[in-house]
Nanobody, 120 residues
Framework: QVQVVESGGGLVQPGDSLRLSCETSGGFFRVATMGWYRQAPGKERELVAAITSGGTTSYAGSVKGRFTISRDNAKKTVYLQMNNLKPDDTAVYYC??????????????WGQGTQVTVSS
């Protein structure tokens, strides 16, 4: 059974840090590109950070230098360390897993989201 479950969100003050976790089950993790997306009220969902199965990372310009994505293949878990949080980081954060076992067998899984609120 495929599961993608985020945790670690909460209410913090500007300048604080949070670490989000995304635990998965199923056989896809090792071949998946894992991504963290976020969606603020009234805005479209946007990619925040991604990490390939080989460990290559990429970040949105707005979070570069503040956020770090990492993965633990043994635990089938991806993390998003968020430092120096700003009110503009307030959003629901979603974990995504996408990839393929073969040309014909692709996958694209989403978690249910975790709320991050940055406010003084």
């Amino acid at each position: 059974q495929v599961q993608v479950v985020e945790s670690g969100g909460g209410l913090v003050q500007p300048g604080d840090s949070l670490r989000l976790s995304c635990e998965t089950s199923g056989g896809f993790f090792r071949v998946a590109t894992m991504g963290w997306y976020r969606q603020a009220p009234g805005k479209e969902r946007e990619l925040v950070a991604a990490i390939t199965s080989g460990g290559t990372t990429s970040y949105a310009g707005s979070v570069k230098g503040r956020f770090t994505i990492s993965r633990d293949n043994a635990k089938k878990t991806v993390y998003l360390q968020m430092n120096n949080l700003k009110p503009d980081d307030t959003a629901v954060y979603y974990c995504n897993a996408k990839g393929s076992y073969s040309i014909e067998a692709t996958f694209n899984y989403w978690g249910q989201g975790t709320q991050v609120t940055v406010s003084s």
